[in-house]
Each structure stands twice: as structure tokens, then as C-alpha cells.
């Protein structure tokens, strides 16, 4: 079936940087777009940033823009985030995603920005 889980976020001070990773299994891979939605606390689910297949096209909301760079590693199976210049706005539980027949979505990992 398939799976997806994220790991890589925790408490980082504003300005700081985090690397999340999302390790996937159930699908072929390279097959599919992947993207990374987040839910700040008390707010709507939205999506952050999204690659293509082949990684060859990226798309980012507009309050990331410079800051978060989506990859992603065919051979391993692997999607990533990296998040600079954190911001007490971009703490949220941040999730991996794709639709393979319908939405998927992992368990989340909770990045927090707090000095």
C-alpha cells in the first residue's frame, strides 16, 4: 500500500533552517508529481511547494518564495523540503502528499519557529 513518511522537523529559532524528508514506498515513484502541504495551528491546510515526475518543475506558494526549495531523489524514493530564513509564520505540521488513485497524505511532522 502506499506509504508516506515524514520526518526531519522540531523547535528551530526564526532565521534558522530545517531539512524534511519523506520517505515513500507502495507506488512507482518516479511516476509522480509530490508536493508538501502544511496546517498551521487553527488554520486551513495549504499547499506549500510541489515538483514534478522528474523534478524538472517546481512551484511554490507565495509566502515561500526564496526560502523553501522542494527536491526530490527518484532513485531513492525520497522527497525533500528545505526551509531557510524560518519564520514564527511557517510553524505548522507539514505534510507529504501525492494522489495515487486518490489524495494520500502521511502522519505529518511538526516544525516549530520560536525564539
Known amino acids: 500500500q502506499v506509504q508516506l513518511v515524514e520526518s526531519g522537523g522540531g523547535l528551530v529559532q526564526p532565521g534558522g533552517s530545517l531539512r524534511l524528508s519523506c520517505a515513500t514506498s507502495?507506488?512507482?515513484?518516479?511516476?509522480?508529481?509530490m508536493s508538501w502541504h502544511r496546517q498551521p495551528p487553527g488554520k486551513e491546510r495549504e499547499m506549500v511547494a510541489s515538483i514534478s515526475n522528474d523534478g524538472g518543475y517546481t512551484s511554490y506558494v507565495d509566502s515561500v518564495k526564496g526560502r523553501f526549495t522542494i527536491s526530490r531523489d527518484n532513485v531513492n524514493k525520497m522527497l525533500y523540503l528545505q526551509m531557510d530564513s524560518l519564520k514564527s509564520e511557517d510553524t505548522a505540521v507539514y505534510y507529504c502528499t501525492t494522489i495515487v488513485h486518490t489524495r494520500r497524505w502521511g502522519q505529518g511532522t511538526q516544525v516549530t519557529v520560536s525564539s
Open positions: 507502495g507506488f512507482t515513484f518516479k511516476d509522480y508529481g
